[in-house]
């Protein structure tokens, strides 16, 4: 019953009939315990990747491709380091000379987010309407890596941070998007910490950042002064293709979220610097997994789920 009324029911409140997969458990009948047997034999993760680029309705949900593993994180997931660089380069290896890149406090991007409705609901249709701001000259410190070799991540990145904080309190926006060869930017996943939470829960875990948040955990930083800590990105699965650009930027929390506000710890006109190379080398890392089968061709850039683009701007 319910393969028969989804197409209906999914057509009513997405906006389009999906053609749902063949049921893999349709040769057992009747036999409910094998069907559950067959069931708990398969992997138990499976990601889907570049869903809304699947069918002929950009943005309509289904998968362009998948992959399947037996354990989350995928196993013999690597951390791998992308070093953060003076001139606004990622690279394998770290600088040797120490240096800074600084960004300012944005006080108005917390009350900016990129939906243009409240109304969550909405993110149910095929596409939506949005405007995804840019901050101001200056309120952002932007790296990236022109990819030479295909990759794909899957998991929680974070950004191993050194920042030179210009207040007693800040908060941190980590933003990680891909630059295509056609110049569209696709937004892929963002990630947020306030710095004066210092004690983590798994320390030493490049796979997973979490912290305890605790009160007695909390202490205000020293203007100034450095301080390392590890701004954790929400999951995010990609397939990386060879040509695309990778960026990550670093700023006040705000703009790059479809809901979030933030009430944001900011000072008009207070500059912060992020650490590059030496004693105090930033970095970002990255889930790193085998890459699965796929398309060697991009998807439409506006049909991805979540994931809204723009004109990339210049970099620097």
């Known amino acids: 019953m319910v393969r028969e009324l989804a197409p209906a029911l999914l057509a009513e409140h997405f906006g389009y009939t999906p053609v749902l997969e063949a049921d ?3 040769r057992f009948g009747d036999d409910l315990d094998a069907a559950l047997a067959a069931y708990r034999a398969e992997p138990p993760v499976r990601l889907l990747f570049e869903s809304g680029a699947a069918g002929a309705v950009p943005g309509a949900p289904g998968e362009r491709f998948s992959t399947t593993a037996d354990a989350w994180p995928v196993p013999g997931t690597e951390a791998r380091r992308l070093w953060l660089g003076a001139h606004h380069e990622l690279s394998s290896e770290p600088p040797t000379a120490e240096s800074t890149v600084p960004y300012a406090d944005d006080p108005l991007a917390g009350a900016e987010s990129y939906a243009a409705t409240d109304d969550f609901d909405a993110f149910i249709a095929p596409t939506v309407e949005y405007e995804w701001t840019r901050f101001p000259e200056g309120c952002q410190a932007i790296w990236e890596l022109r990819v030479a070799d295909t990759f794909t991540i899957a998991g929680q990145a974070h950004l191993d941070l050194w920042l030179r904080p210009g207040t007693a309190d800040t908060a941190v926006q980590v933003t990680l998007s891909v630059v295509r060869p056609d110049g569209v930017e696709v937004r892929l996943q963002t990630g947020y910490h306030r710095p004066v939470h210092r004690v ?8 997973h950042v979490d912290y305890t948040f605790a009160l007695h955990d909390r202490t205000p930083l020293v203007p100034g002064e450095w301080i390392r800590t590890r701004v954790p990105l929400l999951p995010v699965a990609r397939v990386f293709r060879r040509g695309v650009t990778l960026r990550v930027a670093v700023s006040t929390p705000g703009r790059d979220h479809p809901f979030w506000r933030f009430e944001n ?6 500059v912060h610097e992020i650490g590059v190379g030496g004693v105090h080398a930033s970095s970002l890392v990255l889930p790193v997994i085998p890459t699965p089968a796929h398309p060697e061709d991009l998807p439409v850039a506006d049909a991805l789920r ?5 004109p990339a701007s210049p970099v620097g």
């Open 24 to 26: 893999r458990f349709d």
């Open 200 to 207: 983590e829960e798994r320390p030493g875990d490049d796979l």
């Open 265 to 270: 710890p900011t000072v008009p006109g207070a």
């Open 306 to 310: 979540g994931q809204v683009t723009r």
